[in-house]
């Protein structure tokens, strides 16, 4: 809650219907991106692509579909900030080479962009989009034009941040990931086709089978010769984005080698364990507080009940009545049942807090409902610093507990109790020691130079 | 699973912003009825209405509710059957009488409709639309005219079946239930202002106080003179439907006077004392069977967890491949997850079975996904019989439960086992004898001729 | 200028693609409205039917027409006033009667339409729309079921005014004019399949030939037996509206028996006669005032030039600046050449003049283009009275040249010189001793009572 | 007829309403490119854009005006041809380089473009879009930053073709045109404002006086410091497109010094003069050979006639009968009359004769429409060779005169006799030698290598 998804990357290589499968995968990440849509195709070393602002289904028609043929595909769904120009951000981003066409789809953010922006600006190069993901394509472009990969490797060797990269050349289909490997990506096999795709459930979706992770710092590539992989950076520093298990991804993904639903159970049974407390039921802030709560329930005893019904018909824009109703830009969304609360000690748990104000809200509601005493629980530690690899957080000045203790938050946010769960709950949940997990936005731990 | 939902009505008296009220409250009941919406205002005696296909969000811009002024407003949505005419048959209905505009919305369904129409029809009357709901208007406009609310009274006279209607005139809100009280209609109230709603969720979206329900064969209107009562019909025989309890209608509910959610917890409970079986966890197919899953789990102490997972970003449409992905239409929407049920005894929740082909489908995906055992607990009883009274049910002969017994559908499905609950439970788990239900779905008992 | 068109009807029976020829028709006579258009097919006994807001271009795709299956149609293009209502409105209108369903188009107007709803309403008849049309569906519906063309000609019995109608049941399809003619109606053939449309120009595009109009007060329909014809009422007067001539109908359509072009031309010849001034350079005000332009300037023997420039891609709107561009609303259609007009003695052709505003601004447009003199000529007598017979024209109140005389009127759009057509130069130019002509916007003598 | 236009530009500098009034300027020059319109303005050395596929008056609506702000702006219409990527060469073109936002409009075609994109994509430039112009923007992004008009001016001279450039800097509005001035460009002022539009009709519209023409080889610009002029390359050769005043330019615009439909007339002029025929009526092809036939009725004594009337409500689509419909695709826009044709010697006046197969249809329907006589009489040379210079012809074998002799293309058209306008004869009307216009068209003479 309060943080933004940022982007998923979809590619496939020989099959028939590359554009069909790519738009299921699409489809099945769409909680990564909800902003705009593209597909890239490859037939006969032409590309073919359409892209546009809105949801997959909405985006691609069976017509287009149709056009885009070819039996290689890459595709991207997006979650850009607000901003004038937003389809030419949207992605992938294609440009025409000397030796061909070429296509991008970026799941990240480049740390140092501004600094290469700037260099390759100055020696010429013009910018269509705002986004950090056209550098690359400047880089590859100013290198040896003879040995694409190498061109690619050499590169990279430049870029700084968080990147999971699928490429669609001429002849090629690309996948890789930054060398602290913060971003996921997949590689599953179906029939004669390989699938590559930021989470496993894109796989699930076209009927896929899962085969293992693309390695930090690995590039992969397809071409007519079949599958090809090399490592082009020894990694410095393994540095996984633990956020995509405590709220981005999918609850029925597999990311960085384990089931994301189970990390989330895990996150709430350690959240009971350390924080113990007398109640009637666990309910969750539907939906991405679910397993945890499950978790939470399981270990403490506490019965489960869903407390809080979600309208899942809500689109993406409403509009308000001008006189107020109260909390309204939350109600439409939730809506916390007074038969399930009345006279209850309730337990509500989310999977994070980041600005305090929806947390308020909830609370406020669940109080109306009739509960006795409401007692908040966050699957996750305090946020008190922003992201720079690809998470759209907010500013640290908004970030409550990077301002106040624990105790104003309560009081802020009105829970007869608050508590998060501990730095070492969170990595014990993961079966992790800490050392290969990015956790920066709660420890401010950062794997690279900002 | 299988049936749809059947139309959802609103109305607001005296309030500022009355088309922005019924606009939420329609918000708030679109899982009745996705197809169109409307609504229609009343200002200054003259009417200004809208209608459009589509949800509640995509028909209504800001100008257009802007436009819709006055402080009296009905809203609708609707499931339509397919048709070309669609537009057409959007509610409210409105219409040019002699004593002046008249509006109407309904939800539910009149058995003698065609009978009343062919009258009508050959003493000079000419219709519009196919649905039912207009032969209300003639019969009305062929009254006397000095009493509308005598000459209402004595049209719903003629009418047989399920209707809770809310109607608009040049001066007055009408709303109203059938004497069997088939459909639910509540009354709300939101400072000065009286509300009128399918689902008292509405109410809590608007910040509305939920007052009572509207009685069968009640006719309540509200004008310059405040709220007015009256039984015009005493009921021989109180049917309410019971399926609004089993899957229509919104768990955050209360619905004929009690809790939908505490309902659907009191089905899986019986349903787990009525066919306890060994089992490693207890999962719902999302979202309908939750409730029932999560009582299931209490009753019998099977641990709940979520081991499908729904993608809701869903839209309306989807495009599918040529090329067969195996159960895709179900995939594409739910998705059973491995690391939950891999080597589990799974007890898996529906609300309901219908036509079986869903059912076989999930519990394929579930055995795929590597569960040991599928044992389906369906929380009503076998659905043998189409419904007459608003409810898109399929033919008698794509009931699957109409047509073989237990052993055959558990086969067909590819169950390890399969129960239903019993009439009894059903009965049981809603605190009541029977009386005062319909169940004909169920039991074939309707209340009406048909 | 500044009377707006009403109307156009077409039907086709026994043509396998009789929805495209419809579509055909009234795109040839999308001239005579824009708002909206809508077309019924018949199929074995069924209806099909579309309609839509704007032009015939965009209201039908592909798909829409092929849905439209069937080989009798009938068709409709729409001026409407504004309205809030303009989809309801659109036609041809559609019902369901004893008998079957039945679909309406109409051109004109019901003068004594008021009076016949108010009946009908007091006798139960309920209303969609606010237009005339629909109580003739109501009139018919309420007579002797058996003989359809027997009911339908008893009904027209009882309405005054303008109407040209065009109806399909289930087996027929019918095509009438009221007995003064008011408005065309012509019959043509297209193989083995008849048409009837409001101009002459639907039969060219098609590839239909011209066979007759429609008598004034015949009515002809069409059956599995073929064409048959009657005369249901004796004409009165005979009062075809000269307007057409003047200014609706397509110059190249035929309209009462006569060329349109050929009139036009005529009534600037007359003109000419009537009102010669020495001049440099003859101008039409494109493109109504072309052909009287051109037979001005045959009469004269003065130049004819076109020193006004229309643009054809002006669209429904435009966007205006906020500050003034002086005579904006002008320019944007209309753009006067310094190169043809400057140091020139000037005669101006427009078809009428009704508010004066336009004109006023095309002089002074002509003015700062660099003419020496500026003579105003119209080819039709001064505008005094409003049309109730199927016209949008101005209220009384707004026609300049029923408040100011000659000289004023004159001054007002500063012309050097102003002069109208006379009413004797109007009807001898169409080759009539007027007794065969309504005139009632230049003579006040309407033909029914108001 | 079968020469499709090629793009405008419009440029205007310090006026509050700089989007409003390109807005209007592309408005009045949408004849020159419908696909699609642009426009980008300058606020306080930022940019904003928005481009759309569509007439001017679609692509933009009140809104994205509003949010054009800025009191500096440049757009452009396109006619572009075919191509799945329609909207990535929509202009203005707009990029980011190292000194800030650029963005350009091109009217025209580079001839050495393939040459220059292989170098500067050898040497690692990317490229968006499939059109010529983009290349400047990578010429003048690899000069020297400091002082942009002379990189500009640098980099024009490496360009051999036709172009007319609007651009627009942080600071800075350019207009300049090729040393061989193929394509108008004039210099215009409103108010405080100057102003840049391909035609005059532009400076009409918004009520701007025309100043002069921006010479060939001269580069204009506006900045804080007012208006700056140079001459950045002599011209070898003026080379003037003849094709504007044949059939581009709106005929009430001046381009290149001189009045669009005063050299119409003239070449109709010329035309009566050498090819004399007797005849009844002359009739033109409308709407661009209307001035053409008003010059040669007024130099023969022929009288001038409507005698094909256009359909102006055709839209961009329409959908055709899959029965045939003999000569549909001319009939849905023109329709010629038999009252005027009938019986009558006609001498039918077109622009130009391209294909031969348009032609061959029209003369077809006017003998249909029965006249007794068809003379074709040309306003312009024989098409014989295409264009490079930003106009889209057909190729070489597809021009009829290209292959075939007068007397073979006279039977193809069907035609009683068929003329053209000689050389001499273009160049006279003109007023001209022939050494300051391009008419490679006509005579094969390309001004540039190709």
Redesign the interface.
């Known amino acids: 809650m309060g943080v933004k998804e940022e982007c998923a990357v979809f590619g496939i290589w020989n099959h028939?219907?590359a554009s069909?499968?790519t738009?299921?995968g699409l489809?099945?990440m769409?909680?990564r991106g909800?902003e705009s849509a593209g597909i890239v195709t490859m037939e006969d070393k032409k590309h073919?692509?359409y892209k546009g602002l809105g949801?997959?289904?909405?985006v691609?028609?069976?017509s287009v579909?149709a056009?885009l043929k070819g039996n290689a595909a890459i595709g991207h769904v997006r979650y850009s900030t607000t901003g004038?120009?937003l389809l030419a951000n949207a992605q992938p981003l294609?440009?025409?080479?000397?030796k061909g066409p070429?296509a991008l789809a970026h799941n990240g953010n480049i740390v140092n962009y501004e600094e290469i922006k700037?260099e390759l600006?100055?020696s010429?190069?013009?910018?269509?989009a705002?986004s950090d993901t056209e550098i690359l394509?400047?880089l590859i472009?100013?290198k040896n034009?003879n040995h694409f990969i190498e061109a690619l490797k050499e590169s990279l060797l430049v870029l700084d941040g968080a990147f999971s990269f699928v490429l669609l050349t001429q002849k090629k289909l690309v996948a890789l990931r930054d060398p602290h490997g913060f971003r996921p990506l997949s590689l599953g096999k179906k029939d004669d086709a390989y699938v590559v795709a930021s989470e496993s459930?894109a796989f699930?979706?076209?009927?896929a089978e899962f085969v293992r992770d693309i390695l930090p710092g690995e590039i992969v590539w397809f071409d007519e010769d079949g599958m090809h992989s090399e490592i082009y950076a020894t990694k410095n520093h393994l540095s996984q984005c633990v956020f995509e298990h405590v709220y981005f991804a999918?609850?029925?993904s597999?990311v960085f080698g384990r089931?994301v639903?189970?990390s989330r159970k895990n996150l709430g049974k350690f959240l009971a364990k350390e924080s113990r407390v007398e109640a009637d039921i666990v309910i969750p802030v539907p939906?991405s507080g679910?397993?945890a709560a499950?978790g939470f329930?399981?270990e403490s005893g506490v019965?489960?009940?869903?407390g809080i019904?979600r309208?899942?018909?809500?689109?993406?824009?409403?509009?308000q009545?001008?006189?107020s109703?109260?909390d309204f830009g939350v109600?439409?969304k939730l809506?916390?049942?007074s038969?399930?609360l009345k006279g209850k000690r309730v337990v509500v748990i989310d999977d994070s807090l980041v600005r305090g104000t929806t947390s308020k809200k909830i609370i406020n509601l669940i109080r109306q409902a009739g509960a006795k005493e409401v007692h908040m629980r966050i699957a996750s530690p305090p946020t008190i610093s922003p992201c720079y690899y690809g998470v759209d957080t907010p500013q640290k000045s908004q970030l409550i507990a990077a301002k106040y203790d624990l105790k104003t938050i309560e009081e802020f946010i009105g829970a007869d109790s608050l508590t998060y769960l501990t730095m070492d709950g969170l990595f014990k949940a993961m079966h992790s020691d800490g050392k290969d997990f990015c956790a920066a936005c709660f420890n401010e731990k950062y794997p690279t130079k900002i």
């Open positions: 028939p219907e069909q499968m738009y299921l489809y099945a769409q909680h909800q073919h692509h949801l997959v289904g909405d691609f028609s069976e579909l056009s004038q120009n294609t440009a025409e080479l000397y070429i700037r600006s100055f010429g190069a013009i910018f269509q705002t394509l400047h472009s100013k034009h459930c699930d979706l076209i009927g999918r609850p029925d597999k089931s639903y189970e939906d679910v397993p499950i329930a399981q019965p489960f009940e869903f019904i309208n899942h018909y809500v689109g993406r824009t409403f509009i009545p001008s006189q109703v109260r109600k439409i809506n916390p049942q038969e399930v």
